[in-house]
């Protein structure tokens, strides 16, 4: 099932969350809504659900209006962060739950709502579980749970709010690729809100990166990252060093800089080379601190001329070759040289180099 947002508008008081939104969902899609905390994403999530209304605009299901239709006449599966499980019921009753609550003259047979409960547990991974209760599962398990309630009543949407927000990092990567082997069996058309840039990065087919109620772009994973259309979307989605003004970064020209005084460069810390000597365009730096978390060691330099810090991000193989000449000594002066540096005009349009 499609969906297409038109014009939505959604205010708290004097917070506009959803600021004229316009967004199209092909179907068969998984989506990220990404975002920080008050960018509007979960708001404009429950305008989908049927959750809140919106004060102007629509939203439409295959091209139908459905703004004021009724939550339960969606046909919308939701699952939430904190996985609203009901405690007094078994595993198996919880996923049979929306079925069972349908009116009489749609409720299944009780042998079919068995075949589909069991079906789903399978999906899952969990049909050795039937019989425990929600508190006896792991975080994990009781958030495949709530998604095989969610698809019980076959729903033709599947909306998910922050998923897996209340679980640990492990879990969480484990979810995520399972949620994803999962979307492409099933190709539910499905949206989900997260601040985790990397769980948008590894899940979603495309990326709708959202600020303060408007959407900053959108499109896939690597659209939105090797071509950010604003400054926003490039330090959402991860590290940058930022050049001020006529501070030019390393590799501009001193005639770039003077022409575009109000710009700003932005380099992100792996897209810099560690030299031992002066090159045309780079920039002299003191290595203040290492850090080597996995396969990468972090480098914080300070600049010579005391106009603050840059940041490194090397493999670590790299780091410990330079390391081995003596060159990445505490306090050592060193030459940084970007690969690349991406600039910011006024009217934020973004150029490469």
């Known amino acids: 099932m499609s ?172 979810l995520r690729r399972w949620l994803r082997r999962l979307h492409d069996e099933m190709h539910i058309t499905s949206v989900f809100v997260t601040h985790d840039q990397e769980e948008a990065m590894e899940v979603a087919d495309r990326i709708v990166v959202m600020n303060q109620g408007r959407i900053e772009q959108q499109g896939s994973p690597d659209q939105v990252y090797d071509h950010p259309a604003t400054p926003f979307v490039l330090q959402f989605l991860g590290d940058v060093n930022l050049f001020h003004g006529r501070d030019h970064a390393p590799g501009s020209s001193q005639a770039d800089a003077a022409s575009a005084s109000p710009d700003v460069s932005y380099v992100r810390p792996h897209e810099i080379q560690v030299l031992a000597h002066a090159e045309a365009g780079s920039l002299p730096v003191t290595l203040v601190h290492t850090l080597t978390v996995g396969p990468n060691t972090r480098l914080e330099f300070k600049r010579t001329d005391g106009q603050g810090e840059v940041d490194v991000e090397l493999p670590r193989s790299e780091y410990a070759a330079l390391r081995d000449t003596g060159l990445l000594q505490s306090g050592a002066t060193v030459h940084l040289k970007p690969r690349q540096v991406r600039r910011f005009a006024v009217a934020n349009e973004v150029s490469s180099s």
């Open 3 to 174: 969906i297409e947002v038109r014009n939505l508008v959604k205010r708290f008081g004097s917070v506009t969350v959803c600021d004229n939104l316009n967004l199209d969902i092909p179907s068969g899609e998984l989506v990220a809504l990404l975002g920080p905390s008050g960018s509007g994403k979960t708001s404009l999530l429950r305008i989908i659900a049927g959750l809140e209304q919106p004060d102007s605009g629509t939203v439409l299901f295959n091209g139908e209006d459905t703004t004021h239709v009724a939550v339960r006449d969606r046909n919308v599966g939701f699952v939430f962060q904190h996985y609203a499980l009901f405690g007094h019921m078994t595993i198996f009753e919880n996923v049979a739950f929306g079925l069972r609550v349908r009116p009489k003259a749609t409720r299944p047979s009780e042998a079919a709502i068995r075949a589909k409960v069991t079906e789903l547990l399978k999906l899952v991974q969990l049909d050795w579980i039937a019989d425990r209760y929600p508190h006896q599962l792991s975080g994990g398990q009781r958030q495949r749970i709530a998604l095989a309630r969610a698809l019980a009543v076959e729903p033709k949407v599947l909306l998910l709010d922050e998923p897996f927000g209340a679980l640990d990092a492990k879990v969480r990567k484990e």
